[in-house]
């Protein structure tokens, strides 16, 4: 089911009041989510919602047994141990190993630990099969191959669940920090609700149970809902999934990819430019509308995008572009691997492993990979050149100061660090946007034809660029350039309206979209991951 679909508005219309006139029973309201969150998912396909529900039971019942555990152990819900009882459960130094306590302490750890493996093999099971089995045993078989030998492997050619890889890690999240002792084990219904909550079901944000399930607790009040935000959210939303994406999609993206030989090397270009726009326009507009329903029935979701294309770093865009799944990936991910610890070069290996993976959790294909790798490459590059040049620029400060004395310094510098930043926004712009070329390609021979074409027929007259595609692409990298307390004023603004005009407001701007959007919604780009 869609967001930008009447059937969904039906659905969502239906859902919201219900929810609100069972607030006040959170037991009828908890089952009424659920069925209404798995009426949802199994719109696509009812079979799948089968797993939803088996990754429910299994990951609950894993919670509870570590939880138990960690009463046990005595390893407090905030990752505290109580007095004299070590965090990890192993015996106290100067204590026996043969002791009474000594014995439950070991014998809580391997029950904590054991819970935890099966949950982590379970939910990355359910990824090996319906994922990545194919994709690695058509690897090996194309490997095979290349040794001059003609296996014939089986393949289970299964369809990929939608959102697969979004409820996986939230499971995941949720599992390993009970076990960190961050956060207490819930009962199968209210889990239930927190993995399969329709907003954010399929394309996020990533969702922490730390975040969810306290709200979950608290008695629900309509009054505090911020029914403007709300309104904001998805109107924007709705315009740059409807709108911006599906115009750029249209007018030039899906024809340079897929016929780059078509083009010349500066349509291609522009079509790379398109596709950057459209792929944020896509994903952050499904996210908007993710929020904005979330909080029409009383749940706060974290921002998953602040406005990456004016970032200037690489990591810098790491942490403005799908927020929730880079902190998921630095915390579950990059510091269990031990993070900066161990020095330059282990954190340079860190880096690159977990944006490798973290390019194969988009998508069981070679061109993730690549992409996943070339982030983690440009991570390490810039961290080196980064550390390189605060060595440098310490070396020379002494003599600056001299030269040039304070005050000048001072002004020679604002202005150096000023188009410091313009160039190396425009650097950072061009390797996202390198990066997107594999991100969209289907194969790698796919990308290597368009960054061929790209590169040898620049010169070639352009006959397929036109002025408001052009615009639509500058203006969308112009607005990613507004400060956030702009964005603020106007919603605050917005608030101070009467309902009655939001109402007749949000009306004429659904027409607008409608106008202006093309025939027919194409799917979300990240349904696919």
Request: hydrophobic share 50%; charged share 15%.
């Given at each position: ?42 719109w696509w396909n009812p079979r799948f919602v089968l797993l939803i529900a088996a990754s429910t039971v299994v990951n609950t019942v894993c919670g509870r047994v570590i939880h138990r555990a960690n009463e046990q152990a005595g390893i407090l819900q905030a990752g505290t141990p109580q007095a ?20 439950t302490l070991l014998q809580n750890q391997r029950v904590r630990k054991t819970a935890l493996v099966v949950a982590i093999v379970f939910n990355l099971s359910i990824l090996g099969v319906f994922k990545y089995f194919d994709f690695f045993i058509s690897s090996v078989e194309d490997g095979l191959e290349q040794l001059g030998l003609a296996p014939n492997l089986p393949l289970l050619r299964v369809i990929l669940p939608v959102g697969i890889s979004f409820f996986t890690f939230q499971a995941l999240s949720y ?355």
């Amino acid at each position: 089911m869609l967001f930008p679909t009447f059937t969904f508005a039906v659905f969502f219309a239906i859902v919201m009041t219900g929810g609100w006139m069972l607030h006040s029973k959170p037991v009828s309201w908890k089952l009424f989510m659920i069925a209404a969150s798995y009426l949802f998912y199994a719109w696509w396909n009812p079979r799948f919602v089968l797993l939803i529900a088996a990754s429910t039971v299994v990951n609950t019942v894993c919670g509870r047994v570590i939880h138990r555990a960690n009463e046990q152990a005595g390893i407090l819900q905030a990752g505290t141990p109580q007095a004299g009882t070590p965090q990890t459960g192993t015996p106290q130094a100067g204590t026996s190993p043969s002791t009474p306590q000594s014995r439950t302490l070991l014998q809580n750890q391997r029950v904590r630990k054991t819970a935890l493996v099966v949950a982590i093999v379970f939910n990355l099971s359910i990824l090996g099969v319906f994922k990545y089995f194919d994709f690695f045993i058509s690897s090996v078989e194309d490997g095979l191959e290349q040794l001059g030998l003609a296996p014939n492997l089986p393949l289970l050619r299964v369809i990929l669940p939608v959102g697969i890889s979004f409820f996986t890690f939230q499971a995941l999240s949720y599992v390993i920090d009970i076990y960190r002792g961050k956060v207490a084990a819930t009962n199968l219904l209210q889990f239930a609700v927190y993995l399969a909550f329709f907003p954010q079901l399929v394309a996020g944000p990533i969702v922490r149970a730390s975040e969810f399930l306290p709200q979950l607790e608290r008695r629900l009040n309509p009054r505090e809902i911020d029914f403007t935000r709300a309104a904001v959210l998805i109107a924007s939303g709705l315009f740059k999934k409807v709108v911006i994406a599906g115009y750029l999609a249209d007018a030039l993206v899906d024809d340079v990819f897929a016929f780059p030989e078509r083009f010349s090397g500066a349509e291609i270009l522009l079509g790379i430019y398109g596709y950057a726009i459209q792929i944020y326009a896509d994903f952050s507009g499904y996210t908007d509308i993710a929020i904005g329903v979330a909080l029409l029935l009383g749940f706060r979701f974290p921002e998953n995008f602040n406005q990456p294309y004016r970032a200037t770093s690489i990591g810098d865009f790491w942490r403005r572009w799908h927020m929730t799944l880079s902190r998921w990936l630095r915390d579950y991910l990059y510091i269990p691997l031990g993070g900066n610890r161990g020095g330059k070069a282990k954190r340079d290996r860190n880096l690159f492993l977990t944006m490798l993976l973290g390019g194969l959790w988009h998508g069981a294909a070679w061109p993730f990979v690549i992409w996943g790798a070339y982030q983690g490459g440009g991570l390490m590059v810039e961290r080196r050149m980064s550390e390189w040049k605060e060595r440098q620029q310490d070396r020379k400060s002494d003599r600056r100061e001299g030269r040039y004395g304070k005050a000048n310094r001072h002004r020679q510098g604002n202005a150096w660090i000023k188009r410091r930043a313009a160039l190396r926004w425009l650097v950072t712009f061009h390797f996202v946007c390198l990066g997107w070329v594999f991100f969209r390609s289907e194969t790698l021979g796919d990308a290597g034809s368009l960054l061929d074409q790209l590169f040898t027929s620049f010169l070639s007259p352009a006959t397929n660029i036109n002025t408001v595609f052009v615009g639509v692409v500058v203006c969308a990298l112009l607005a990613q350039m507004l400060s956030k307390q702009a964005l603020a004023n106007i919603q605050a603004h917005l608030s101070r309206l009467p309902v009655w005009t939001l109402a007749v407001g949000f009306g004429i701007w659904m027409l607008v979209v409608d106008q202006l959007g093309p025939e027919g919604v194409a799917p979300f780009i990240y349904f696919q991951f």
